[in-house]
């Protein structure tokens, strides 16, 4: 499985840290229910096909991505920028389409 | 500030100089170490980046690169790697603090890595070849140019690669772990010959 970072290019998944289900919102600070915030942290609907998750190029340039993969064929749709540095990094993925990267 | 103290490679005793492996008439990757007079990261805050690079071209007297590629002059090279940081090694002694007065600390971070790194040259006709056999990422001059700069692993250890020529490579490896790099350099440079020096 290959992930195209938005800085580094097309690498081997083994360079990034799954960090879990970019879908799950974190109930905000007011929200005192024990419910809720059980379910943020541990209720997944473990989805077989199209997956939104979160990844990090731990051993790259530790930009987080969103990636948007199918769970059971492996397949990558999409992996996008999110953080502080996104949008200098949306102006970066161009670059690497353009480079063939 | 507390006295810096004398630079020791961690590949002190295990760097022999000298042929090994299949060496024939030349030997098909080179090996040698150095360490850094200085090495320091520099991370601009989210907003930041435009004033941290005016502060670097100041400072240093170099264009700052743009994403993941070096420059150089004399013996200063500046790298990209990563959105709004910058790697900056000089072989002269004092360029952190040379930073740190130029850069306050709402603009960015810097962090002193000169003893945190080894630089292992790898260079010589089968360099692209020896380091294809062990970091998985594109290594074919179209991908990674002479000047870029790559940020990988080798089983876990994390290595920055600059590239300066089509056939020579500088790894910035971490000290605690440059022992598992070199073992696996010496390995796999024992195919096509290596020579130390």
Known sequence: MKITCPYCGERDHREFTYRGDATAIRPSIDNTSLDDHQAFVYDRKNTAGTHRELWNHTSGCRTHVVVVRDTVSHEIFSCEPVGPFAKQLARNVAKLKGAGA | ?197
């Not at chain 2, 850094?36 to 989210?46: E, K, R």
């Not at chain 2, 959105?83 to 007065?101: A, I, N, S, Y």
């Not at chain 2, 960015?108 to 020896?130: F, M, N, Q």
Request: charged share 20%; hydrophobic share 40%.
């Open chain 2, 1 to 197: 500030m507390a006295e810096i103290p004398d630079r020791i490679s961690p590949l002190d005793g295990l760097f022999e100089p000298g042929d090994f492996g299949a060496v024939t008439n030349s030997p098909g990757v080179e090996y040698s170490q150095r360490l850094c007079g200085a090495l320091v990261q520099v991370q601009a805050w989210p907003g930041t980046t435009g004033k941290v690079e005016a502060v670097l071209k100041q400072v240093l007297g170099l264009p700052v690169p743009k994403a993941r590629l070096a420059h150089m002059k004399d013996e200063t090279i500046l790298m990209s790697t990563g959105p709004g940081r910058w790697l900056v090694d000089d072989e002269m002694e004092g360029l952190e603090e040379k930073l740190r007065k130029a850069l306050p600390s709402d603009l960015g971070a810097l962090t002193g890595l000169t003893h945190a790194r080894v630089v292992i040259s790898v260079s010589g006709e089968k360099a692209e070849w020896v380091l294809s056999s062990g970091i998985a990422m594109d290594f074919h001059v179209n991908a990674f140019p002479g000047g870029g700069v790559q940020l990988g692993h080798h089983h876990e250890i994390g290595v920055t690669i600059h590239r300066l020529g089509a056939n020579h490579f500088e790894l910035y490896a971490f000290t605690s772990l440059a022992h598992g790099l070199w073992h696996w350099l010496t390995h796999a440079g024992a195919e096509v010959g290596y020579r130390v020096t």
